[in-house]
């Protein structure tokens, strides 16, 4: 699933124009992305960066073989959504209940209870639905998380309906040993893996580790970003998605089929490279771009 275009430029400063963003996703989908995640319809003085999704998405119409997605916080975001004819969204909430109330001024519960009707409302229009799970190995207020509160999570956002529960280390301290731990639990208590997605971010430098530790206990779909977009190293507090082309590149080394070109890939990301204040922090992209030299 791929989250540049949302996840990774609500978090940068530079403002992308539209017709950027549009050859970006264009660029993606022929890369062979098959799963992109486009836009939000948060409220656009929220997250200014995003605030033509309607614009984005009436310019994407046409683009055909790929599933085209966009986070919806609340009422008012689903209406945008329907109106601008998006056949997937995503909800968020988080596995623990301070950060809920610090991001969308509602508590867990609360925000839980007011996801089942936006995902009725959802469904009942022929939508998919992917639930987002924050915080889950670890949060910025409480702290250490245990499996059970992301698990009790994702259980209840199947049980509302959503087809897919993507499970986020929101602030990038989960190790390869925590991965292994909670995807054990989770498959004790019966989640079903083939509906869920893991999203890490590099923070610590052990995103691609994980999901590594992932795709050996049975998950297949992983949230990343395109160059690893949204995560400037020199702005604090900045998300550090796992870049798409360091996991394309460890999946295809150990013989996974991604139907994604690396090279068309580099492409994608080189569309949004020109435009921003910093360097993109994939690995493999800095490789690709770099011209060999002999020593002198
Ligand atoms: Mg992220």
């Known amino acids: 699933m791929e989250v540049g275009p949302r996840d990774g430029l609500q978090n940068e400063r530079v403002r992308i124009p539209t017709a950027s963003k549009v050859r970006f996703v264009q660029a993606l989908a022929e890369a062979g992305l098959r799963r992109i995640e486009v836009s939000s319809f948060v409220h ?5 960066q995003l605030a033509d999704a309607e614009q984005v998405f009436a310019a994407l119409a046409a683009l055909e073989g790929c599933r085209l997605s966009a986070l919806v916080p609340n009422d008012r975001g689903l209406e945008r959504a329907l109106a601008a004819q998006v056949r997937e969204i995503a909800v968020f909430t988080a596995a623990t209940d301070t950060f809920v109330r610090h991001n969308i001024r509602a508590s867990l519960r609360e925000s839980l209870d ?21 915080t889950v190995f670890g949060c910025p207020y409480e702290g250490e998380v245990l499996p059970s509160q992301g698990i009790a999570v994702a ?3 199947f049980d509302l309906g959503c087809d897919e529960v993507s499970i986020g280390d929101t602030i990038g301290v989960a190790t390869p040993g925590d991965v292994a731990r909670w995807l054990g639990e989770a498959q004790r208590t019966g989640l079903p893996f083939e509906r ?3 999203h890490f971010h590099d923070t610590r430098g052990t995103a691609l580790a994980n999901v590594l530790i992932g795709v050996q206990m049975g998950i297949r ?11 400037c190293p020199y702005a604090p507090g900045a998300s550090g998605n796992l870049a798409t082309e360091d996991l394309v590149f460890a999946l295809h080394g150990l013989g996974y089929e991604t139907g994604i070109s690396l090279d068309k890939l580099v492409e994608a990301s080189s569309v949004i490279a020109t435009q921003l204040d910093h ?11 770099v011209t060999p030299c002999l020593p002198a």
Do not use: W
């Not at 998919?128 to 799970?133: E, P, S």
């Not at 779909?221 to 995560?231: E, I």
């Not at 360097?279 to 771009?289: D, T």
């Open 196 to 198: 869920i997605a893991l």
């Open 114 to 134: 007011h996801f089942a009707s936006i995902v009725r409302t959802a469904k009942g229009h022929g939508m998919a639905v992917r639930g987002y799970v924050s």
């Open 221 to 231: 779909t992983f949230d990343s970003s395109a160059g690893g977009l949204g995560g």
């Open 44 to 48: 656009p003085m929220a997250i200014p």
């Open 155 to 157: 259980r209840e956002l």
């Open 279 to 289: 360097l993109l922090p994939s690995r493999y992209y800095q490789a690709a771009r």
